[in-house]
């Protein structure tokens, strides 16, 4: 009897970025899914529970170092792997400590990608040449160590915050998030309040410097 294929859910809002690992990942794997935003990608674990899930750090709606955040926080057994264009050692960083087992560069993928998925299965880590920095390294060795003890914003707030950011209305991230608009409104005041932000432009600025969003100019497939 053969044995079962790995079953894979793929998230990246660049359809042709999809398309090309699709082809890549179909010959060894199980797609199960794909998803273009964060939100999407939940929903997708949910109803499939993937063996593992491979989400691009930029995404609409909800990124995928939030989206690896939160499907940690539900206990999944899902193996993460971080997709980037960002030879970025902090992005990696944040990916790792969310709960990534690997952080995987875009312009490796088609030489990196299965290895990285066959070594989080066996219970490894991976990183992308580029960032194997001593502290990105480190992390894959003992992340629970490395976790940061105290977040300001909260995962809702952190969902609010992007959607807001990427010029929502406040009426569309409560459709989104299944809450009122008087309640995102809420949520985006007591931010700016607790932060010490007196604008949406600064409020912005800040989802920027916390890696909700690409800085400008850096959101290329």
Known sequence: MPARRLRVVLADDHQIVLEGLSRILGAAFELVATATDGLMLLDAVRRHDPDV????????????IDATRQLMACGTRTKVICLSMHPDV????????????????????????????????????????????????????????????????????????????EGHS????????????????SHKYKMMDDLGLTSTAQLVQYAIRLGLLPPPGRDDP
């Open 53 to 64: 899930v491979i989400v691009d750090v930029s995404m609409p709606r909800l990124n995928g």
């Open 90 to 165: 902090t992005y990696a960083t944040r990916a790792l400590e969310a709960g990534a087992s690997a952080y995987v560069l875009k312009h490796a993928a088609s030489d990196e990608l299965v290895e990285a998925i066959r070594a989080v299965m066996a219970g490894g880590r991976y990183l992308s040449e580029a960032v194997r920095t001593p502290a990105a390294e480190a992390l894959t060795v003992e992340p629970e160590r490395h976790q940061r003890t105290t977040i300001a914003l909260t995962p809702r707030q952190r969902q609010i915050l992007q959607l807001l950011a």
């Open 170 to 185: 406040a009426r569309a991230v409560g459709e989104a998030l299944d809450i009122s608009p008087r309640t995102v409104e």
